[in-house]
């Protein structure tokens, strides 16, 4: 068919994301009480992160964060050995007004940004929200809307308020759904005014133990259980936003890479849609409003019985999300042997692709990914998707000016982006926008380094928090300022030799 001439629709909400944990820093201050992840230590590609606990009888212990269960009675601790990336973060707190203003110049449309929980109710369980933690997150969306730039809320992400972990089990009692409302309550209403766009839960497939679901366990039955949890309050969540601003958008977010089978053996073909499974699950439940057949069999493979109570699944049906959000950083793929269960969790083990190129932390880059997940989605649900995380994770050398050379990024960006434009042109997919992640350099999750960094934006400072934090624009900030002035024009037109 020749080169195509494909345009980005002209009010695509062109953006990009943070969370709180990872951006914000200022733990001590508008009296911000601790959150789980507070207690996560750096890490690096080769060390995990580790939690630092206490026991009631006073001893202190050090695990790995991920994967492993919390003793009984565990509390996070602070322990001054360690450095904990996310009390200071890039200091965006202090920062926030200069970053949005380079946001704004560089013509962003749309701005991602998860509340701390624990800054508006500093354990979970007060009954008045804390004025000044409001006060913090309504001058972000009114910095957003003096630029014209549409703010997003993450109403959580991955984390919980360390007193609901340690007194509640977190997500695993019915407790935790009644302080999440309380959480939206007081935002919906100080900032549902001046806000369209709410996504109730980051990555709710991917979430397990103490730092997600605030709970000992790390297994499929906290898994599944805390995911029913985290629906009702998700469900009832939207009901009351759309009760209080009608027109308003509500949406969840998923980890949605996608896995193809490895081979055309069949069993391997029926295995990619039974993994794909695993995180449809969790959007089949909120976009459609009821648990989808086979849900049944993952469960009862599991041992697994949901704590459903009457009423449950009117919450769900009546609270069903109004656009799906999801994160793709790579595709994997699978065959018939790689699902297996260890120590009642189910593990999968990913074999490389060969066609496709990693990144500097072993993750496969595959712009054609976006464009399959998009239609994926778009066939399943019919409603709006929005690309809420993309990017690359690289390790950026600043001159002495702290000037970036990311011409891999723009690389990366023009790749991904072309995919997007033919998702939107050729496939007709409802796309809503794009929020790159960590569109100014954040704290990684899953390492808890800076040196993995996302942004347009370079913050000066190292693993373990020593710098200026001074914010200095990247080549890829320039190309895409250009970009988002000439809607798409530097970007190449391409074949599509996948038409037929
Ligand atoms: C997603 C999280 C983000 C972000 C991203 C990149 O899972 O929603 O918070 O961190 O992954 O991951 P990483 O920071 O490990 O590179």
Not at 16 to 29: K, L, T
Not at 92 to 116: N, Q, T, V
Not at 165 to 174: K, V
Request: aromatic share 14%; glycine share 8%; hydrophobic share 35%.
């Amino acid at each position: 068919m020749g080169k195509m001439k494909l345009e980005f629709p002209k009010d695509f909400l062109w953006g990009g994301g943070i969370a709180d944990f990872q951006a914000e820093g200022g733990y001590e201050e508008s009296g911000r009480g601790l959150t789980t992840l507070d207690f996560v230590t750096q890490g690096s590609a080769t060390e995990p992160r580790k939690i630092t606990y206490m026991m009631p009888d006073g001893s202190k212990h050090v695990q790995n964060a991920r994967g492993l269960p919390m003793p009984e009675h565990a509390r996070g601790y602070l322990d001054p050995n360690y450095y904990y990336p996310s009390l200071h973060a890039v200091d965006f707190y202090h920062h926030y007004k200069e970053d949005i203003r380079l946001f704004a110049e560089m013509g962003m449309r749309i701005f991602r940004f998860s509340i701390c929980w624990t800054r508006i109710f500093p354990t979970g369980m007060e009954e008045a929200p804390n004025e000044a933690g409001l006060d913090f997150y309504e001058s972000i969306v009114d910095e957003c809307r003096k630029y014209g730039i549409e703010p997003l809320i993450t109403i959580c992400h991955d984390e919980i308020p360390a007193y609901l972990a340690d007194h509640y089990q977190g997500w695993l009692s019915r407790t935790t759904i009644d302080c999440y409302l309380k959480l939206c309550k007081a935002l919906f209403t100080r900032l549902g005014s001046k806000v369209k766009y709410w996504t109730t839960f980051n990555e709710i497939n991917s979430l397990n133990g103490y730092i997600s679901l605030g709970c000992t366990r790390y297994d499929d039955y906290s898994r599944y259980v805390g995911a029913h949890h985290m629906f009702l309050a998700s469900a009832l969540a939207v009901k009351m936003c759309h009760e209080m601003y009608p027109g308003s958008m509500l949406g969840a977010m998923y980890a949605a890479s996608p896995c193809y089978p490895l081979t055309c053996k069949p069993e391997d073909v029926f295995m990619q849609m039974q993994v794909r499974r695993r995180t449809f699950y969790f959007s089949d439940v909120m976009m459609r409003g009821y648990y989808p057949g086979y849900a049944r069999t993952i469960l009862e493979s599991k041992g697994v019985e949901l704590p459903i109570q009457p009423g449950d699944e009117q919450i769900l049906r009546e609270g069903t999300l109004d656009y799906f959000a999801f994160s793709c950083y790579r595709s994997t793929t699978v065959n018939v042997n790689t699902v297996f269960p260890i120590k009642g969790l189910e593990i999968m083990s990913m074999d490389s692709n060969p066609y496709l190129k990693n990144t500097a932390w072993g993750w496969p880059k595959d712009p054609m990914s976006l464009r399959y997940v998009l239609n994926e989605v778009y066939d399943r649900y019919q409603k709006p998707i929005l690309i809420a995380e993309n990017g690359l994770g690289e390790i950026d050398r600043p001159d002495e000016n702290g000037y970036v050379d990311d011409e891999y990024r723009i690389q990366y960006l023009k790749e991904h982006f072309k995919e997007i434009r033919k998702a939107i042109c050729l496939d007709h997919v409802e796309v809503l926008g794009y929020t790159m992640w960590g569109c100014i350099d954040l704290v990684s999750l899953g390492t808890g380094e800076m040196k993995k960094r996302y942004g347009w934006i370079y913050v000066d400072m190292d693993d373990l928090g020593n710098g200026s934090k001074k914010r200095v624009p990247k080549k890829s900030y320039y190309w895409m300022k250009e970009f988002l002035e000439t809607n798409g024009a530097n970007l190449e037109q391409d074949d599509d030799p996948l038409i037929i």
